[in-house]
């Protein structure tokens, strides 16, 4: 699962990622984007390249997400048993409001792995404003990545990955720019975690 | 047997009840689930969302085919009416997505960070029927096909002898503003151009009592919708909710109850860390609906002597769990939070795809 507070460069990264599991790795994904509401450049150009893309439409409010979510997961397990699922999750939202539903109902799953992509660029802006949403989605995450770094001082870095460190001791953060591209090296510590 | 008439003032009787603290004779069960009414008796989405008057024969038909409920929260429903609370486009099925999906408020900057200034200096009024005309595709003229068709709906309910309860919506400035920004650049304005969106939140927040004032004595609802998702608690840090959502709720209620009308606190995300604040809301006068997301439990203990609760039956209950789950949280629900000030109802709306069995056990639940 992929989360991070809206604008934070989700889709971007799940892009790359699912890019490298299919064309590297040779395994069957399937994505499903379950945004509430959030348009980005082309909000369907994952379709477009040709990912396996199941988009979720949530009314007004997350609220009603979560089971649809969960139904789709099943679905998606009996009829195409990917190799992995990604699940781009509303950044408005808690891992966990999410994880909860998807481990009492989900099915066909082995294991659920958190990514967490903070705006390296914001971090201390949406700390500040919502700092409850912004420390929980860290909290319950298993790995962090710290995005954007290109538009972020090295301070703002420094800062989310100490400040990242507190929330969650147990937790790995890795700086990526997203835009220009995640190195292999970097993917592959990704999956390793996963 | 009971007419409609008599039925009608039993079911008000015992929902006035539990929202003045009392212990009616049973709990009243209350539900709202418009996408899930038009999934259940067959009617696609697309014509449901964008047709009131269907909406409402759809909502009566889907209840009333579950059980014995006393009220519905709204009487009918029109996609649309989300661009009023949201100022944002939507996508709509049937136009921007299939016949049978659920719509989407769209989250992009529709208003545009000048429009402070707008507002501050013309009004709030006129900066909105111009953004209705200009950049909602002349919502103000759309909306009018649901305004002219809600007595109708509130009739054919209380024809039934169910109460149409909170048949109208209304909200404070923050939600507004959020939404026609989007969520990204308003927290942005939050951090860097606070005291401008305040100022525009001042010159809104008069014309919008006045206008809820006008909307309750032209209506003469029993209670409105009065909410939203934006500015709960787990969103903003508790500076700027006292700041910028508190004081704005405590109006825009305190005018609803001053026009003898019931605000339903419709508060989704979770609102659990000010809880302690809705006591400053005039006690025994609203309804605090949360959606499962706040802990309904947490709510019972800070504002159990002070506010009727409703709710809060979880969406992803309703779709994935079975009716035996259903009828146990219920009862969970009726035996600790009720059996005084409580309302039992789906947190927020109930889902599109919520099993029928499932709706039908938490109607029956009431009933022991």
Redesign the interface.
């Known amino acids: 699962m992929v989360s991070g507070?809206?604008?934070s460069g989700k889709t971007t990264f799940i892009r790359h990622l699912a890019g490298y599991l299919v064309v590297q790795k040779e395994q069957r994904v399937v994505i499903i984007e379950n945004?509430?509401?959030?348009?980005g450049i082309d909000d369907r150009f994952l379709a477009r390249e040709g990912f396996q893309v199941r988009e979720i439409?949530?009314?007004?409010?997350c609220?009603?997400l979560?089971?649809?979510l969960?139904?789709a997961v099943n679905q998606i397990a009996e009829q195409f048993n990917p190799d992995w699922l990604i699940i781009e999750a509303t950044g408005?939202a808690?891992p966990s409001?999410i994880l909860n539903?998807l481990r009492?109902?989900g099915k066909g799953i082995n294991d659920i792995f958190t990514f967490v992509i903070a705006d390296t660029g914001r971090w201390e802006?949406?700390s500040?404003?919502?700092?409850?949403?912004i420390f929980?989605q860290i909290s319950e995450a298993d790995l962090v990545i710290a995005g954007k770094i290109d538009e972020a001082s090295d301070g703002a870095l420094q800062s989310l990955m100490v400040k990242a460190k507190e929330i969650n001791p147990r937790v790995e953060v890795l700086a990526a720019s997203l835009i220009k591209g995640i190195e292999e090296p970097v993917l592959r510590r990704l999956l390793q975690h996963a | 047997m009971a007419t409609a008439r008599e039925l009608y003032e039993e079911r008000l009787n015992r929902i006035k009840t539990a929202v003045a603290l009392g212990k009616p004779d049973r709990v009243p069960v209350v539900p709202l689930g418009d996408s899930f009414c038009a999934r259940h008796v067959g009617v696609k989405l697309s014509d449901f969302c964008t047709i009131p008057t269907l909406s409402n024969e759809v909502i009566l038909k889907s209840f009333t085919s579950l059980g014995e409920v006393d009220g519905i929260q709204h009487a009918s429903f029109y996609v649309h009416n989300l661009s009023t609370l949201w100022l944002a486009k939507l996508k709509i099925p049937g136009r921007d997505l299939p016949e049978d999906e659920l719509w989407q408020v769209q989250e992009v900057e529709l208003m545009k960070v000048e429009d402070y200034d707008v507002i501050i200096k013309d009004g709030f009024n006129k900066f909105i029927e111009k953004f209705f005309y200009d950049r909602l595709d002349n919502l103000g003229a759309k909306v009018q096909v649901f305004v002219e068709s809600l007595s109708g709906a509130i009739k054919a309910t209380e024809d039934l002898g169910i109460i149409p309860f909170s048949p109208a919506i209304a909200t404070i400035p923050y939600e507004m503003f959020c939404g026609g920004r989007s969520m990204t650049e308003f927290l942005k304005d939050l951090f860097r151009i606070p005291d401008k969106v305040q100022a525009a939140m001042d010159v809104a927040m008069p014309e919008i009592i006045e206008n809820t004032r006008q909307l309750c004595r032209a209506l003469k609802p029993i209670a409105i919708w009065v909410g939203g998702w934006r500015a709960a608690s787990e969103f903003l840090s508790p500076r700027l909710w006292k700041r910028f959502v508190l004081p704005y709720y405590k109006e825009l209620v305190q005018a609803v109850v001053d026009e003898g009308v019931i605000p339903v606190l419709h508060f989704d995300s979770n609102w659990t860390r000010d809880l302690e604040y809705l006591r400053e809301l005039p006690k025994g006068k609203c309804v605090f609906s949360p959606d499962g997301n706040t802990d309904i439990f947490k709510a019972k203990e800070i504002l159990g002597d002070h506010m009727c609760i409703m709710g809060d039956v979880p969406a992803a209950m309703l779709s994935l769990g079975t009716p035996d789950e259903v009828h146990n949280y219920c009862r969970r629900l009726i035996e600790n939070i009720g059996p005084s000030g409580f309302i039992l109802a789906q947190g927020c709306d109930i889902p599109p795809n919520a099993k029928p069995e499932n709706v039908k056990a938490m109607i029956e639940s009431v009933k022991g």
């Open positions: 507070f809206l604008g945004e509430a509401g959030e348009v439409y949530g009314g007004c409010i609220c009603q979560t089971g649809e969960t139904l408005i808690r409001t539903t009492k109902y802006e949406l500040e404003i919502m700092p409850e949403l929980a």
